[in-house]
């Protein structure tokens, strides 16, 4: 219900597709297995950080392409998420407290960094591409692509970092920018959803429907704040002077 409002999680949707398109045009290598006289191409092995809005519209996308598709996410309600989606999900010993009330991630320990920075180190070393959108509520973006990961990675190999705004999840990350370290492009780009403006118009004029529609319940052109339903209640600032 509340996500038909949500311009967050469409402009996400924009991104996560677009980044899948980004990631296949730099990276020179099929996405699909392909059958052919001259020889058999093996599929192309895209890591996804994040199954967030974003991050599951990626994870669909690239599997659509025909890539191998992997996953990790602290939150342990995202491996069926995954997993739904046709997607090997990387897995750790996951606690509940992984997660806020309303589904964020949250920082975690030193121990669990570590673990967690081991198993991204080690799927990086044989994947063709990585997609980032790990974000902490209120704070920066995670450090979870490190100089020495990204040493690691295959030559030609791509990093789509869509927390590029928050300080991006890899280390090597300019917002705004592409650029490329001993054979590894890492795009920062910042804008995804204006690179696709048609579609990301049309679904945010959808959020802005669907919010006027609920304000304005009875169609008349008077906005009714409804502090019963908590979707107003919640985006209210002042309401009656109180």
Do not use: W
């Not at 192309?44 to 669909?60: D, N």
């Not at 995954?82 to 090997?88: D, I």
């Not at 920082?107 to 991204?120: Q, S, T, Y």
Request: proline share 4%.
């Amino acid at each position: 219900y509340a996500q038909s409002m949500d311009v967050l999680s469409s402009q996400a949707t924009v991104g996560g597709y677009r980044s899948v398109l980004n990631a296949a045009s730099h990276m020179g290598k099929f996405f699909p297995m392909l059958m052919t006289p001259a020889g058999t191409i093996k599929p192309a092995t895209v890591l996804v950080i994040g199954a967030g809005v974003a991050g599951l519209q990626a994870i669909a996308t690239a599997g659509r392409l025909g890539a191998k598709v992997e996953a990790f996410d602290v939150r342990p309600a995202a491996r069926e998420q995954v997993e739904s989606l046709g997607a090997k999900f990387l897995y750790m010993d996951l606690d509940d407290s992984a997660e806020t009330d309303s589904g964020y991630a949250v920082e975690m320990n030193d121990e669990f960094i570590r673990k967690e920075m081991e198993l991204l180190h080690d799927a990086a070393k044989r994947v063709d591409a990585i997609i980032t959108t790990a974000l902490i509520f209120g704070r920066p973006a995670p450090i979870l692509i490190k100089n020495y990961m990204v040493n690691d990675m295959q030559p030609g190999s791509v990093i789509i970092d869509l927390a590029a705004e928050n300080g991006g999840n890899c280390e090597l990350t300019r917002p705004g920018e592409v650029c490329k370290t001993d054979g590894i492009t890492i795009i920062g780009y910042t804008d995804l959803p204006s690179r696709m403006a048609a579609q990301s118009s049309q679904l945010y004029g959808n959020n802005i429907s669907n919010l006027l529609a609920e304000l304005c319940p009875e169609k008349d052109g008077r906005v009714n704040v409804n502090m019963e339903d908590e979707v107003i209640r919640g985006m209210t600032v002042v309401n009656a002077s109180e």
